[in-house]
């Protein structure tokens, strides 16, 4: 059985670039709550070199099916990174009428 819902892990260099994402997932449905963490501390290497930047964390709940085409495409209108970090992590279990929540609140019109 696939996963009912994934949690997107995605860096923003600033709380305005995550509530502005957050509003683009949000209002087309794409994703049910979007939680920013404003602080946290990235080490990286990058183009040869370790970097080390204060981002801030976002924790997106939207489901499987979205995240190819709509979630990504949106994350990328909006982040100013070259390569932002966009991942997805299965949900395998969970309070049953969160994850019904989550379905509910992402269902798309047909």
Same mark, same amino acid.
Request: charged content about 20%; proline content about 6%.
């Given at each position: ?13 600033s709380? *305005?670039?995550g ?27 990058w183009?040869g ?5 204060? *981002?801030?964390?976002?924790f997106?709940k939207?489901?499987? *099916?979205?995240?190819?085409?709509r ?13 932002? *970090?966009?991942?997805a ?14 379905r ?7």
């Amino acid at each position: 059985m696939g996963s009912q819902a994934i949690l997107i892990i995605s860096t923003v260099p600033s709380v *305005e670039v995550g509530e502005q994402i957050a509003n683009a997932l949000l209002v087309n449905k794409l994703a049910a709550c979007v939680n920013i963490m404003p602080s946290v501390t990235s080490l990286y290497t990058w183009k040869g070199d370790i970097c080390s930047d204060n *981002e801030v964390l976002l924790f997106i709940k939207s489901r499987p *099916e979205y995240f190819i085409d709509r979630v990504i495409d949106t994350i990328k209108s909006i982040h100013p990174y070259e390569v932002p *970090e966009i991942i997805a992590i299965p949900i395998i279990m969970g309070d049953q009428p969160y994850l019904e929540w989550i379905r509910e609140t992402t269902e798309l019109e047909k």
